[in-house]
């Protein structure tokens, strides 16, 4: 069965009205309903705009210099980590922002990329660097020595993000081509398959069915819809995987070995109704300044959505917390963004902000970690203050 019917059949045993914070038990499945943030008035946590470090700011060079920044963590020995697509590198710099070492560039050889997608730190400490492509090449590096091993994802899966530590690389299979025959017309959203590579980074293994992407089938091939319903999988580190669909504000919880669901949360009653203003503005998005013809048939074919998804991306910080960032699609992809954020027992806490023009991609307990454009598009890795009133 499909997560995303699953799901919707356990909505059936709902009863009775909920406190802020309900859990009960449905077949052997932990559902946790919200209707009210756990934070206080004053708890609330916040970012401070003001970096800590910013990567583009610390140094001069070329190793100071950004194109399509993929990853920002901090290492175990506590140094910080860049994944730079433009060069195919991942780079290393000290607490301060100095530039120390940088392992692999574009190519072919052992520990080079072709298309660097992110970076997954291990418990033990080193770096996996994994291409965003079937069969595409991994390397392990440790952070002070260099290649340790290479890898190659093997299957027709591509890597997720890895936002906290893990031993397990994962990745999501979308289950179809655009070349495939039996395709039909208009808005879909074929099963996709979760996968685990092995222990040993040797071979993968499915885990679950779940549904992939949102994508439209015109004449001539695959389009994006306006606004985008994208599957989210998010490693917990621990063996489980945290699933959106983005239907909805709620997420799954996985068995990583059984694909079993073993937690539901949701806030109900959140509106993501759209207006046609917010349709036509991302439309004119999309279009450019001057769009092709070729580009202005094609958004005409696009159905046209009544509502928004429910998150654009979705993480877990360092203590286990599931962040939802709202959708602000191509027209509001500037703003700042508000994001959801439950506990690890599914429990709703609050709304946290993220900067405008900011792209947020790692939270630690006391910091968070991205990429900010400044009003030249120039890329800025920075690291910035979380601040958590109560803890």
Known sequence: MLLGLAAAS??????????ASMARDSLGVTIVESTAPGWAEGDEWRIVEEPVVDLAESGSGDMHLFFRVGDVLRTG??????????????????AGGRFVRAFGGT??????????????LTHEGTLLGVDYRAGGAGAEFDTDSGLVSTFRFRGEANPVHHPVPSDIVWGLDAGYTVQDDD??????RHPATIVRMSADRTSVHPVATVPGWEHVVVPEGDAIPLMPRVTQVVPTGQGEVVVGIADGLEYSVLDGETGDVRMIARLPGISLAVTGEEVDRERQA???????QFTRDLLDRLPVPTEKPAYESMLL?????????????????DEARDWYVWDA???????????????????????????RRDMNDVEHPQVLRLVKPRS
């Open 107 to 120: 190519g072919e050889g052992p520990g080079e990329f072709r298309s660097l997608w992110s970076v997954v």
């Open 77 to 94: 020995a506590g140094d910080l980590a860049v994944a730079d697509r433009g060069s195919q590198q991942i780079r290393i710099y000290d």
């Open 10 to 19: 356990m909505a059936g045993c709902e009863a009775g009205s909920a406190p």
């Open 345 to 371: 027992s599914g429990v709703w806490l609050g709304v946290v902000e993220t900067p405008a023009r900011f792209q947020l991609m790692r939270v630690g307990s006391d910091e968070v970690f991205g990429v």
């Open 183 to 188: 395709l039909e017309g208009g808005l879909q």
């Open 317 to 333: 910080d360092a203590e286990g917390n599931v962040w939802a960032g709202e959708f602000l699609g191509l027209a509001r992809r």
């Open 286 to 292: 999309r279009l450019g300044p001057d769009p092709r």
